[in-house]
C-alpha cells in the first residue's frame, strides 16, 4: 500500500501522506496566493477579475460582476468552462484569480474552496499555474489555512 502512495503522489504531485521510509515530496509550484497583482510575473495569464481592475496588455480578462455584460459571480460553472478552455487552448498559460473574496460572498467559503481545487487539478493537467490574488486579512484563520493547503 505504501508504494500505491508514493507513485499516486508522484503523479498527482499531492502529498497522500507521510509513508514512513519515504523522503516527503516537493511541492508543485502550480498554485500560489499573492497579496498583488504585482507580484504575478506571468507574460500569459487568464484574470479572473472585477471591472475597472488593471491587467497587462498581454493577459485575458474575464469579468465577473452582478451587473449586465458580465459573468455572474454565481455562475461558477461558467466561470470553470473558460478557465479550462483556455487552459487547453494554451498549456502553459497563467490563471490569476483576483476576486476571490467576492466569489466566497456570492457563492459561500466551501463553494469557492471546491471551485479553486477544481481550477487547480486542471492546471496541473495541462501545465499551467493558478494565482490566487488576496489578502489574509480578510479570511479567518481555518479559511484561510485552507486555502494555504491548495499550494501543497
Known sequence: MNAVKVLLSLITGVVVSAVQGYP???ARDN???VGSLGEVKEKDALLVGRPGVRLP???SPLLVSSAPGFVDPRELPRILEE???SLRDNPDRAIVIA???YL?????FRTLLKFLHTVRDHAMLNGGRVYLVTDRGVWDEREYAMLTGLEV
Open 31 to 33: 498554485f500560489r496566493i
Open 99 to 101: 476576486c476571490p473574496e
Open 24 to 26: 516527503r515530496l516537493p
Open 83 to 85: 478557465i479550462v478552455k
Open 57 to 59: 496588455s498581454t493577459w
Open 104 to 108: 466566497s460572498l456570492y457563492n459561500g
